[in-house]
């Protein structure tokens, strides 16, 4: 059964990964979040409204969901999300192995071919998309209408995806092709908002987030950098030990 | 006869190799969502550092 061993694979590969990636996150990438916070204004609208019903009896709403305290449970979700992050990424790549293998008449898939997995999958996510589209942003950065960049991130992350394939797997004729995919989300352009900069205006808090973004734009690359090519090797490893498209039948009879 | 049964098995098992893909990729998908692009403000602030660092489109 195929589908069981991707997902059995999928499931221990993204928790492998996403722990070892989220201790680096959580001693290089998170203390820039926390400090950027610091300057974060509050909007007052956020904190609450008053709710009047028909009796006459008034009482405050929070309208805050929950979130988090900040310390051990912050640490938490946040490991808990690059587990999940993790995991879904290795569902997709583990598949897509699988297919590979299935269906190409191009090398089979091992860690070492699993780590070039892993790079392109760090350009069709991260680079393409955040570094040389919507930038890697630390909380209080001002940004187009969210709705609009994650469509804009999600064709850039497919179209780089797909472009690549075409760049690998078609013949030679239409490989061009495969460069006009990647390019068409950036001749396109993301979504930016109209003036740069942070919602927090204070020269000194500017002067901070200016520092704290590019010390962001490094640790988010190295980060990711290691996340990806960790991601492609384990996944490599997995699809080559646990995910044997030839000997599925012999093992279901 | 047992082996004309073991046989069909075998065929209609490797013709579904491509959606049993399907199904992990779209697993894989939803989970992603759920993660890193769900608009509800609990999604938002469980997974909030998480989506920063991996610089999804946030806030």
Known sequence: MIFRNIIFSAVIVGVLVGIIYGLFQQYQISPIIYAAEEFEVVEEETTGTLHVHDDGHAHH???????????SERIFWTMFSNVMTAISFALIMIALMALHNYKSSKPKIDAIRGIVWGIVGMLSLFVAPALFGLHPEVPGTIAAELENRQAWWLFCAFATMGGVAVLYYAPLKIKAVGLLVIAAPHILGPPLPDSHGFANTSPEAVAALTELTSEFYSMTTIGMALFFVLLGACCGYAVQRFVKLDQAPIEAA | MQQTASLSKTSSLSLSVGLQVVAAIFLGAVLLYGVGFAPMDVAHNAAHDAR?????PCH
């Open chain 1, 61 to 71: 709403h929070d309208a805050e969901a929950w979130g988090p305290e900040d310390g």
């Open chain 2, 52 to 56: 920063h660092a991996f610089a999804f």
